[in-house]
């Protein structure tokens, strides 16, 4: 059975378009994926670790019958082949995948966590999440469209990409 699937895409090195380019067509390439919708792109401030360039983010819906953790296997994949290093957390990157909803689903295991544990505090997850899907998040109280609201004070700095 086929799952609505929300995945969070990010890149702050190198060519960050192309980056983003990439994985996209790296997930549209997997024969059990299908790619539903898509965001714009957003070029935000970094968040944890500052000193670093800003990132683009998007948000891309998939449709899949791969399991969570498969489709962990497979993007965890894809990152690296894209170049993305893991040394520092929060630290620069070529590219970054999260899976942000698998469904209605709830998955609490050791290395992975849906809905992801903190899209719900980051504008660059709510606001091009909110473009292609005005639903709930599983386990939180609030719409996206309330959870954008508390943090409008920091909109300022957010630039907007429309794709063709």
């Known amino acids: ?19 983003l380019e990439q994985a ?13 919708d898509q965001s714009s792109i957003y070029e935000t401030e970094p968040v944890g670790f500052l ?4 990132f683009l983010n998007m948000v891309v819906a998939v449709a899949t019958d ?38 209605d689903e709830v998955v609490a295991e050791e290395n992975l966590v849906i809905p992801h544990k903190l899209m719900h505090e980051r504008l660059f997850v709510l606001l091009p999440l909110y473009e292609i899907y005005q639903g709930a998040i599983p386990g939180v109280e609030r719409t996206i469209a309330n959870l954008i609201i ?6 300022a ?3 907007v990409f429309h794709l063709v």
């Open 1 to 19: 059975m086929m799952v609505r699937v929300f995945l969070g895409l990010g890149s702050n090195l190198g060519d960050r378009f192309k980056n």
């Open 24 to 36: 996209f067509y790296e997930l549209a390439d997997h024969p059990r994926i299908a790619i539903i």
């Open 51 to 54: 000193d670093q360039d800003k």
């Open 66 to 103: 791969l399991t969570p953790q498969e489709l962990l296997t497979y993007v965890n994949k894809v990152e690296e082949r894209l170049g993305r290093v893991r040394d520092e957390r929060w630290g620069p990157r070529t590219i970054d995948i999260d899976i942000l909803m698998y469904g």
């Open 150 to 155: 508390d943090r409008k004070e920091e909109l």
């Open 157 to 159: 700095g957010i630039s």
